[in-house]
């Protein structure tokens, strides 16, 4: 094959280089620099690259966060980071359930950063990432749950569906102490029925009725089904990063101690993937289930129709809404008819601290600190929050989401302002902006909101054609 390349030409990089389909004549030198004329033998008409040819330039990648996550330095200083932040819970936490977790995870998470330090690159992120998630989930959630030890907010859950079972309704009828507020809508009683069913006679049963195997089962089976919606190509099953996610101190702290919102942070990352894939019947139930769990999770359902109809038109996105909505009223409205009192005394003033018993919810968040100043501080806090909800409608309204990238980017967005100014909360609910920022990039392989185009719509830009010799 007779080389078309002359000695001091640069080969022109993009899309498409080649030769025009008719020869011209070849000059000796190229015009004179600022003639404004394009070189003969030029020609606008575009030729496939040829085999094996790179079409686009050497470009610095090291700031690449696919570049980043292979780095021994990277998996070391995450490590690092985990231990330090499990370390500091024996130190300063006054609850003993997370004394225990970070006792054990510390450890866990400094022999993680060894094994990435010393093994071979091949093993050492998956050996990593199993000991960092035997010693920081699985170790700590047996002990504790053998022993029967959790968070208020399980014995919450699995009282609920006690209550269901036996008095029609989730929620006590006059609360006394701070315990006998359930602050979940009735959905989250579903959690609690293993309970019920196995009760707790022996060690196995101890641990199998255990609500926290049914939230983090509940977490793990959505965020593998929103991947499978989101992954281009469906080479391999995300063991390794859904490893990872779960055992930073993030998941693992929530998950071993109590897990009430994990089941909500993997149900809003499904429906914003049904949402995209016009899977529209799915996404409805899937929205559903969200919105009866929490009423946090109301904002999921108005960015996942504004993603449907922009993507699909008004069809999809009015028969998803009235799917959600319809299953959603069925589940809420009989509770709502019997003991509406129980229910927003419950399951809307508790957490906003409007009741006489405050929530014990609290970290030193700009909406607790508000809080703390006195009623103005609360009202103010409230104002604040409501403001930032109209802010991130109305830009919701303004740029409709066209990817589930940019649907779970606003909700976070959303959520983040309600979980930083509302009068209680903890930083473990940002876990749930956290986790819908990071998964669905993970699962699509990319870092940008924007829907990529489909290769056959995509424009193609004609590149000057080689020079013939």
């Not at 809080?371 to 103005?376: E, I, M, S, V």
Request: aromatic share 6%.
């Amino acid at each position: 094959m007779v080389s078309t390349r002359t000695s001091g030409f640069s080969r022109p990089r993009g899309r498409f280089t080649g030769r025009s389909g008719t020869p011209a004549p070849q000059t000796a030198a190229g015009p004179p620099p600022g003639s404004g004329r394009a070189p003969r033998g030029f020609s606008s008409r575009p030729f496939p690259r040829q085999r094996g040819e790179s079409t686009f330039p050497p470009t610095p990648d090291r700031l690449n966060p696919a570049h980043l996550a292979t780095l021994r330095s990277v998996h070391l200083l995450g490590c690092l980071i985990a231990a330090g932040w499990a370390a500091a819970f024996p130190l300063v936490s006054d609850l003993p359930n997370q004394r225990l977790w970070g006792l054990v995870a510390a450890p866990s998470y400094a022999l993680a950063g060894l094994l990435c330090l010393t093994l071979p690159r091949r093993f050492a992120a998956r050996a990593a990432a199993a000991v960092a998630l035997l010693g920081a989930v699985l170790v700590p959630l047996a002990l504790l749950a053998v022993h029967g030890r959790h968070q208020s907010e399980v014995m919450v859950v699995e009282r609920s569906a006690h209550l269901l079972l036996t008095t029609g309704s989730p929620y006590l009828p006059h609360p006394v102490v701070v315990t006998d507020y359930n602050p979940y809508l009735p959905a989250m009683t579903l959690f609690g029925m293993p309970r019920q069913l196995l009760g707790d006679g022996t060690a196995f049963t101890r641990v199998a009725g255990d609500a926290r195997i049914w939230f983090a089962l509940t977490f793990l089976a959505c965020l593998l089904a929103s991947w499978r919606l989101l992954r281009p190509s469906r080479d391999r099953a995300p063991l390794l990063p859904l490893a990872v996610l779960t055992a930073s101190p993030l998941i693992a702290l929530a998950l071993a101690v109590g897990g009430v919102d994990l089941p909500l942070i993997g149900v809003c990352c499904l429906a914003m993937a049904l949402a995209e894939r016009d899977r529209t019947v799915g996404a409805g139930l899937v929205l559903a289930l969200a919105c009866t769990l929490k009423w946090t999770a109301w904002p999921a359902l108005p960015v996942a129709v504004l993603l449907l109809w922009r993507l699909y038109g008004r069809r999809p996105a009015a028969r998803t809404a009235l799917i959600a909505l319809g299953a959603g009223l069925a589940v809420i409205l009989p509770s709502a008819l019997t003991r509406a009192d129980a229910l927003r005394e419950q399951v809307v003033r508790f957490p906003l601290g409007l009741t006489a018993i405050r929530t014990p919810a609290g970290s030193p968040l700009p909406g607790k600190v508000l809080a703390g100043f006195g009623p103005t501080g609360h009202s103010v806090s409230l104002a604040l929050m409501t403001t930032g909800g109209i802010g991130v409608a109305i830009w919701l309204l303004a740029r409709p989401p066209v990817s589930a990238i940019a649907a779970a980017d606003l909700l976070a967005a959303g959520l983040t302002i309600a979980f930083m100014l509302a009068p209680a909360g903890r930083f473990g609910y940002l876990a749930l902006p956290v986790v819908l920022v990071i998964w669905p990039r993970l699962a699509a392989r990319r870092w940008s909101s924007k829907r990529p185009a489909p290769p056959h719509l995509r424009p193609e830009r004609p590149e000057p054609a080689l020079p013939l010799n």
